[in-house]
């Protein structure tokens, strides 16, 4: 066996990942041994935008990416963005040109194809004389009364009237036990 197969893979402190160096520092602790410190990384420092031709000098075939990278200022994107897209391979119509029409626009229906449809609307929902449209051009029954869309109320407990012949109960006798009609022995 040579030595290589011996030793356990361990890779350094700075090429592992965050686990693997917190399992280690953790571990390194509680053996009371100190792991050093990692490097600090490099500070960032603000390159200068890089240098790129006048947007207005390219054509179609020029390598537009070095403009989209983050360090170039927004106003050249945009004008090189310009210049690309102002390029007639981008303004050719791609057969879904039917779809472009205005559908606001819609012309009137001739009178007799309207007279037709009324006459449809009039045989398959019959409005018992009623005309289907208000004044407004809006269906009928969207403004109809408000009294004619509400149920009856319901009847009034004073309302009620009482038969002549019948007189009216006495407190006492609406408590009173009702009297059995077979007169049972058994009972008071």
Not at 115 to 143: C, M, S
């Amino acid at each position: 066996m040579s030595d290589r197969d011996t030793k356990a893979d361990t890779p350094p402190e700075n090429s592992a990942g965050f686990l693997q160096r917190w399992s280690r520092r953790k571990h390194s602790v509680a053996d009371g041994t100190t792991l050093p410190e990692p490097a600090a990384p490099a500070p960032v420092v603000d390159a200068p935008p890089p240098t790129l031709p006048d947007p207005s000098a390219l054509d179609f075939s020029a390598d537009f990416s070095a403009y989209l990278q983050a360090r170039v200022p927004a106003e050249l994107k945009r004008q090189a963005m310009q210049r690309l897209f102002a390029d007639p391979v981008f303004n050719q119509m791609d057969g879904l040109d039917i779809y472009i029409d205005d559908y606001n626009l819609i012309p009137d229906l001739p009178p007799a194809e309207a007279a037709l449809l009324q006459h449809a609307r009039e045989v398959l929902f019959p409005t018992d004389g009623k005309p289907l449209l208000n004044e407004a051009g809006l269906p009928a029954y969207a403004t109809e009364p408000a009294e004619t869309l509400e149920a009856a109320p319901p009847a009034d407990a004073t309302a009620i009237t009482t038969d002549s012949t019948t007189p009216p109960l006495a407190a006492a006798d609406a408590t009173a036990p009702a009297a059995d009609p077979l007169g049972s022995p058994g009972h008071p």
